[in-house]
């Protein structure tokens, strides 16, 4: 069993920047997957950045691409999301999940996934 709480959420303007953490604890963090989801207001769920257990490769939605920076510190069992250029449409509750190895799908598939934070609310005001 896996437990995810994300922190750093909070209010900002257009333009500027926020660092998400999310810390796991319960399991072997290197055999899960581990990314960043999020969803607005009367929104559906959206997967917004991937990256593999080691760290090199990564998947980012088109929507933050260029803006937005997944790492993850596999002895601190923590996932980071650098988040920067922040506009108001990035508005939404922050959400890490985790799905272990093998479990197929596709990274932005959130049915995929086994575990889920609470998350932590970003508003970016214009």
């Known amino acids: 069993q896996v437990q995810l709480v994300e922190s750093g959420g909070g209010s900002v303007q257009a333009g500027g920047s926020l660092r998400l953490s999310c810390v796991a604890s319960g399991g072997s963090y290197r055999s899960y997957f581990v990314n960043w989801f999020r969803q607005a207001p009367g929104k559906e769920r959206e997967g917004v950045a991937a990256?593999?257990?080691?760290?090199?490769?990564?998947n980012y939605a088109n929507s933050v691409k260029g803006r937005f920076t997944i790492s993850r510190d596999n002895d601190k069992n923590t996932l980071y999301l650098q988040m920067n250029s922040l506009k108001p449409e990035d508005t939404a509750m922050y959400y890490c999940?985790?799905?272990?190895?093998?479990?197929?799908?596709?990274?932005?598939?959130?049915?995929?996934?086994?575990?889920w934070g609470r998350g932590t609310q970003v508003t970016v005001s214009s």
């Open positions: 999940a985790a799905k272990s190895l093998v479990r197929a799908g596709n990274w932005y598939d959130s049915s995929r996934y086994n575990y």
């Open positions: 990256i593999s257990t080691g760290g090199s490769s990564t």
